[in-house]
Every structure is written in structure tokens, then in C-alpha cells.
T-cell receptor, first 111, second 113 residues
Framework: KAGVTQTPRYLIKTRGQQVTLSCSPISGHRSVSWYQQTPGQGLQFLFEYFSETQRNKGNFPGRFSGRQFSNSRSEMNVSTLELGDSALYLC??????????FGPGTRLTVL | GESVGLHLPTLSVQEGDNSIINCAYSNSASDYFIWYKQESGKGPQFIIDIRSNMDKRQGQRVTVLLNKTVKHLSLQIAATQPGDSAVYFCAEIGVDSSYKLIFGSGTRLLVRP
């Protein structure tokens, strides 16, 4: 069974731009969670989607948003990028939400 | 607030020895814990999990111990190999069933040949 895939793997943007990241979960998994990983803050929860509905949200500003499609694929969007948004963005999939399996991440650099 | 932390930021062990990585958590009501391994340039890889109704669980070369009395979690790796070198995170599932993983800061395991 294929694992979690994320695209793109690397991205360079400038301040003020917006970005969309994509995640395809493990086949059959309906829960997709997003995390931000930085050296200073570690791994922090962004939000979780289950059956196209946002079920949980972390403590990030409204510039961070996401959605999930009927095939469970998910996208997250960051608008008005700031330098501090540079991070590794990780997607995790789960059957129901507890045991989560991570993808390789998207490395976002904001210049 | 909720937090999951680790006692040692870096652990260096001799190849073939056993490794023990520790984690403290603050929310006594959390009921599910996971250990992840993250190698450079990769996402966290699931190693083993344990629920709060257990105090020990074994996998292949790994054992997780849970001590709810002192809110302590540990990961034991038997016969540590060079491929075990990575950063290890413990994670806790929020007790409000929010499915939000709360991660510790991580421990870097270095295996000396």
C-alpha cells in the first residue's frame, strides 16, 4: 500500500505571496492532519480534516487554511506569506484520527 | 497547559548497546501515546504506540513503557544499530479526542560504530 505523498517537496516563495500544498493520504484513510515543523517551535498541529470537514484546528492565524476533497486528498493554503512561515509542512493520514502516518513533508522557504 | 517533553536532547550509544529514550508528559488524562523516528530530510516514521490501559508494549527490537503514576514514557531500543540514528519524538493524543498530536521536543540518538 502506498504511503502518504506530498507535493511539492520543495517550494520557494517571497513575502506576501500565497502557497498551496497538497497531500494524498494512504488509501482508505479518511483523516488528514497538517503539522508545521520548525527548529524553534518543533512540531505543531495546524488542523485536521475528516470526511471533508475540518474537525480540529490548532493555534495558527487565519492565513493558514485547508480543505479536504471527497477522495480524502487534502490541500493547505497559506496566504500573505511571512518569513516566519518558512518550515517543513507535514501531512499525516489516519483511518480515524489517532494512529497517524506522516508523509515526507514540503519544505517551504519564504524569502 | 498540555505539554510533552524529553529529558535528554542528545543520546550517544555504542553500536550493539541498548538505548533508552525518555519522555515526560503533563496531561495525566491523555490516553494514547506514539513514538516516532525522524531521519534527516524525511517525515516522522511511526515506531510504536501504547494506550493508557497498558504499561508495556513490545515491537521488533523496541519496547515502550508507560508509567502513568509519574507521567513518564520511555522507548527502549535493543541492540542499537547505525540505522537507528535519528531524532525520536514522543507524541500524545489530546484527551478531548481532538486527534491533535502533541509532540515533545525530540531526542537525537547517535550510534557510535
Amino acid at each position: 500500500k502506498a504511503g502518504v505523498t506530498q507535493t511539492p517537496r520543495y517550494l520557494i516563495k517571497t513575502r506576501g505571496q500565497q502557497v498551496t500544498l497538497s497531500c494524498s493520504p494512504i488509501s482508505g484513510h479518511r483523516s488528514v492532519s497538517w503539522y508545521q515543523q520548525t527548529p524553534g517551535q518543533g512540531l505543531q498541529f495546524l488542523f485536521e480534516y475528516f470526511s471533508e470537514t475540518q474537525r480540529n484546528k490548532g493555534n495558527f492565524p487565519g492565513r493558514f487554511s485547508g480543505r479536504q476533497f471527497s477522495n480524502s486528498r487534502s490541500e493547505m493554503n497559506v496566504s500573505t506569506l511571512e518569513l516566519g512561515d518558512s518550515a517543513l509542512y507535514l501531512c499525516a493520514s489516519s483511518l480515524s484520527g489517532d494512529t497517524q502516518y506522516f508523509g515526507p513533508g514540503t519544505r517551504l522557504t519564504v524569502l | 497547559g498540555e505539554s510533552v517533553g524529553l529529558h535528554l536532547p542528545t543520546l550517544s550509544v555504542q553500536e550493539g548497546d541498548n538505548s533508552i529514550i525518555n519522555c515526560a508528559y503533563s496531561n495525566s488524562a491523555s490516553d494514547y501515546f506514539i513514538w516516532y523516528k525522524q531521519e534527516s530530510g524525511k517525515g516522522p516514521q511511526f515506531i510504536i504506540d501504547i494506550r493508557s490501559n497498558m504499561d508495556k508494549r513490545q515491537g521488533q527490537r523496541v519496547t515502550v513503557l508507560l508509567n502513568k503514576t509519574v507521567k513518564h514514557l520511555s522507548l527502549q531500543i535493543a541492540a542499537t544499530q547505525p540505522g537507528d540514528s535519528a531524532v525520536y519524538f514522543c507524541a500524545e493524543i489530546g484527551v478531548d479526542s481532538s486527534y491533535k498530536l502533541i509532540f515533545g521536543s525530540g531526542t537525537r540518538l547517535l550510534v557510535r560504530p
